[in-house]
């Protein structure tokens, strides 16, 4: 069996996100049966519209992009307008049902990278011209087009921080199975706890934990006590910090109590918790253990 690799001296971490500028731009086509007979090729354009900083607009083809292989079909196109540059972008083009003015059909979407070399991208088979005229989405001589564009603008780097990086070892299952059977029910201050994952797993049972916790302790339980020291640390709120580093106190648990003390002395935190009701019980009822916060 491969050694076990050796527990990290702590964690951190940081995140991502897109910054995004979004726009659905609806472009109504009246009159849809005088505009065919344009001719392959060519275009009815737009009005201008600017995402991201950069202006943009639709072309409409009535009788397709070119007459070889499209000439059944309407074709439809975005272009970037602004001038020498690169924008990236994700496109969606949608036909709008009349009835709710929704839109209610997509037909294609696509990430793309415009250029000023590459200033369009386009759909040549849109929709089949026929299809199109049978359909709800044609009423009244009118065709609607709706085009989402999101344009990526960059990345949001978040600065690292530390995380609750209590590591749990793996499960020794031969002797811990045999005590934790001895153990199914455990009675602490009156409570009957069972040491099991679903309720080990559930989030909204703080108390729960806190008593395995304590019947782990008691039980020399090692990962099990471990198992609940990393659930709590992953749920400290400016409420119940002091409350659960007292817990941590009481039981030894060295990086729970750690964690607990990075958290209150977080900037942005501190007063929060010092105004809070579990903190100044804990400053009256154990001062030395508030003093090591300072």
Known sequence: MAAASPQP????RSSCSAETDRCAHVFEIDDYSLHKGLGAGNFIKSGTFTVGGHEWCIHYYPD?????????????CLQ?????????AHVSFWLVDPATTLPSFLVVENAVLFTHVHPTTGLRYFQKRTELEASPYLQHYRLTIQCNLTVILGSRVSQSEKTCGIQVP???LSQDLGRMLDAARVTVKGQDFHAHKSVLASRNKRKTVEGLLVAADRLALDRLKLMCESILCKHLSVSNVAAILDLANWHHCKQLKDACIRYITSSDRLDDVMASQGYKDLKVAFPALVAEIS
């Open 80 to 88: 970037l307008l602004t001038k020498e540059s690169e924008v990236r």
């Open 9 to 12: 001296r702590e964690k951190t």
């Open 170 to 172: 793996p499960s020794n």
């Open 64 to 76: 397709g992009f070119t007459l070889e292989d499209s000439k059944d079909y309407i074709s439809v």
